[in-house]
């Protein structure tokens, strides 16, 4: 297996642009996790997935964060209209049904100029 | 909000010198998990202990659990430097059904 596949690996945009960020778990896991990584407060969940469903999006800052998942295969997430705040390390992670390890993808490093 | 904390922030040492870190935690756990990020990358899972376990092996990673404490150990021995890299401790909580990361340690091993 390929582990889990980020898109982009880097992206610049300027202020105001719609980004789009997405995700490919592991093949048989059943949950994914948006993770979001700055040096300030360190590793947040935004979101996550069970079986395709969202279950828990507390952690998404504000209505310009979305995320879906319209299969087992693929996740995205989207920010719109971006701003600077944003810019950060975005991580998808996803686990199998004994939630006993996540894989992290290798992230997408998002700069909002 | 952060569920663990980890102790130190950073550390420093040789290599061949064992590295220990611990977490703190505030609330019951299921289990707890640390992960090793190397600059630059995801995070990798390292080892798993369960609330009922006090103490696991995996080569040379040792894990502790005090859940009267509600803190854990990771003892990396023989240390070397590809063990270079962030270690975060995350608990998995039953309730809130997903698994929170602590603020990390820094580990340098210098040659």
């Known amino acids: 297996d390929a582990g889990v596949i980020q898109s982009p690996r880097h992206e610049v945009t300027e202020m105001g642009q719609e980004v789009t960020l997405r995700c490919k778990p592991i093949s048989g896991h059943n949950s994914l996790f948006w993770y979001r990584q700055t040096m300030m407060r360190g590793l947040e969940l935004l979101i996550y997935f069970n079986n395709n469903v969202p279950i828990d999006d507390s952690g998404m800052p504000e209505d310009r964060f979305s995320a879906k998942m319209p299969n087992a295969s693929f996740s995205t997430l989207k920010i719109q209209p971006s701003e600077p705040r944003d810019s950060a390390v975005y991580f998808c992670a996803s686990s199998p049904p004994d939630r006993e390890g996540y894989t992290f993808g290798s992230g997408t490093r998002l700069t909002v100029v | 909000s952060q569920q663990g904390e980890e102790d130190p922030q950073a550390l420093s040492i040789q290599e061949g010198e064992n590295a220990t870190m611990n977490c703190s935690y505030k609330t019951s756990i299921n289990n707890l998990q640390w992960y090793r990020q190397n600059s630059g990358r995801g995070l990798v899972h390292l080892i798993l202990?369960?609330?009922?376990?006090r103490e696991k092996h995996s080569g040379r990673l040792r894990v502790t659990l005090d859940t009267s404490k509600k803190s854990s150990s990771l003892l990396i021995t023989a240390s070397r430097a590809a063990d270079t890299a962030s270690y975060f401790c995350a608990t998995f909580t039953g309730g809130g059904n997903k698994l929170t990361f602590g603020t990390g340690t820094q580990l340098k091993v210098e040659l």
């Open positions: 202990i369960r609330s009922n376990e």
